[in-house]
């Protein structure tokens, strides 16, 4: 797995913690052809660059999506329970017959 080549570079991990090294691999793998593509064949340089920028777009979505590290190394997601989404819903928890 390419993925697993990044492991020192500290926004891969965070990425790493969406998609695992599946989603490293297949970043690494993008990014390289799209730039391959976008240097090597005129025909391709609309196309690659269109694919270099939902690539971009994407991994944004993820990295903002990811949960971020404190400076303690614990994750700054909030945690989610059934009693804060009923109170933030306002759902009830009871089955009505």
């Given at each position: 797995?390419?993925?697993?080549?990044?492991w020192?570079?500290?926004?891969?991990?965070?990425?790493?913690?969406?998609?695992?090294?599946?989603?490293?691999?297949f970043?690494?793998?993008?990014?390289?052809?799209?730039?391959?593509?976008?240097?090597?064949?005129?025909?391709?340089?609309?196309?690659?660059?269109?694919?270099?920028?939902?690539?971009?777009?994407?991994?944004?979505?993820?990295?903002?999506?990811?949960?971020?590290?404190?400076?303690?190394?614990?994750?700054?997601?909030?945690?989610?329970?059934?009693?804060?989404?009923?109170?933030?819903?306002?759902?009830?928890?009871?089955?009505?017959s």
């Open positions: 797995m390419l993925g697993s080549s990044q020192q570079v500290a926004p891969a991990l965070r990425l790493a913690s969406v998609g695992g090294v599946w989603l490293l691999s970043l690494v793998v993008a990014v390289n052809v799209a730039v391959a593509m976008l240097v090597a064949v005129r025909e391709f340089r609309i196309p690659a660059l269109a694919s270099l920028v939902a690539t971009a777009a994407a991994t944004s979505a993820a990295w903002v999506w990811s949960p971020a590290r404190t400076s303690t190394g614990a994750s700054a997601s909030p945690s989610y329970s059934p009693a804060s989404w009923t109170a933030a819903t306002g759902a009830s928890t009871t089955r009505s």
